[in-house]
């Protein structure tokens, strides 16, 4: 079993910044990529960013500039940092992840999800 939990979110103003961790646990052999999607009300759930081995972490034209992901591989954590941020941003964050458990066997896990709010 493999479990993802985060930590961070909360309501902050305009221009300002938050900060989202997730760290993974359980039976991990390896972690192909780590990342963040987000759900706002009425809307489909999106890509923020992801880090994936071997690659640039990807981002969300919407949140470049502004956001930097990091992974700490040997913590199986990563962390969202989130810099100007804006209303547009208010959603629910999800921490994803794409592991190889004990099995040899890849699955695609989800956090239970944070939520950011960002006031005007």
């Known amino acids: 079993q493999v479990q993802l939990v985060e930590s961070g979110g909360g309501l902050v103003q305009a221009g300002g910044s938050l900060r989202l961790s997730c760290t993974a646990s359980?039976?991990?052999?390896?972690?192909?990529?780590m990342g963040w999607f987000r759900q706002a009300p009425g809307k489909q759930r999106e890509l923020v960013a992801v880090?994936?081995?071997?690659?640039?972490?990807n981002f969300a034209d919407s949140v470049k500039g502004r956001f930097t992901i990091s992974r700490d591989n040997a913590k199986n954590t990563v962390t969202l940092q989130m810099n100007s941020l804006k209303p547009a941003d208010t959603a629910i964050y999800y921490c994803n992840a794409f592991i190889l458990d004990y099995s040899k066997r890849a699955y695609e896990y989800w956090g239970q999800g944070t939520q950011v709010t960002v006031s005007s």
């Open positions: 359980g039976s991990i052999l390896s972690i192909n990529s």
């Open positions: 880090v994936t081995s071997g690659s640039n972490p």
